[in-house]
């Protein structure tokens, strides 16, 4: 069993829908990740938070919206979404860089997200 | 520069044999090399890593190689098994890039009974 929880496993969407993917760990890490993740492929990076701010967007269309509620909580907001959307969302955690060398970041098992 | 080349794409082993996974990267600020392991249905699992004041670690059966000079890092799976079969991944990283991680291409694994 993974560290990090993800919620839900499965999502399936309209492309007028809006829904959340849900992420959380208790490792006391202060770093969370968002990346996206298509069959037979490396996982894309989204979003890094760093201390609940986000620290890095990497050109993300609108229609995803990340939210760090707390030290522990990870939500992904999603709204009109596009059929090229469908994917595996992965959430992961890390400790914070503090400039002493990159940390070993730690993956949830993934929201399998289809759009219809 | 960013990129880390892995090869090879697929490989078939059988079990007992060593599984070789490499990658290649050009951004010689890289300063830190997990290598992932990735079943179907699951998130990718760290499985080890490596920084470049070292050029070998082993952990169980995995070992990475790594050669500063000759910018490549590899993955050994010695005494190869079945439930070994999975997507591995390297990746890298620079201290600076907001940990970021580049990853490469992946390496399908599958170590026949």
């Known amino acids: 069993d993974t560290e990090v929880t993800q919620t839900p496993k499965h999502l399936v969407m309209g492309m007028t829908n809006k829904k959340s993917l849900k992420c959380e760990q208790h490792m006391g890490h202060r770093a969370m990740y968002w990346y996206k993740q298509k069959a037979k492929k490396p996982p894309e990076l989204m979003f890094v938070y760093s201390y609940e701010k986000l620290s890095i967007n990497e050109s993300v269309p609108s229609r995803f919206s990340p939210e760090c509620p707390n030290s522990s909580l990870l939500n992904l907001h999603l709204h009109a979404l596009q059929p090229e959307d469908s994917a595996l969302y992965l959430c992961?955690?890390?400790?914070?860089?503090?400039?002493?060398?990159?940390?070993?970041?730690?993956f949830g098992d993934g929201t399998r997200l289809s759009i219809l | 520069q960013q990129q880390v080349k892995q090869s090879p794409q697929s490989l078939i082993v059988q079990k007992g044999g060593i599984s070789i996974i490499n990658c290649a990267y050009e951004n010689t600020a890289f300063d830190y090399f997990p290598w992932y392991q990735q079943f179907p249905g699951k998130g990718p699992a760290l499985l080890i890593a490596i920084r470049p004041d070292v050029s070998e670690k082993k952990e169980g059966r995995f070992t990475i190689s790594f050669n500063k000079s000759a910018k490549q890092f590899s993955l050994h799976i010695m005494d190869s098994q079945p439930g070994d079969s999975a997507t591995y991944f390297c990746a890298a990283s620079t201290a600076t890039s907001g940990s970021r991680l580049t990853f490469g291409e992946g390496t399908q694994l599958t170590v026949n009974p």
């Open positions: 992961a955690s890390s400790p914070v860089n503090l400039g002493m060398g990159n940390q070993p970041q730690h």
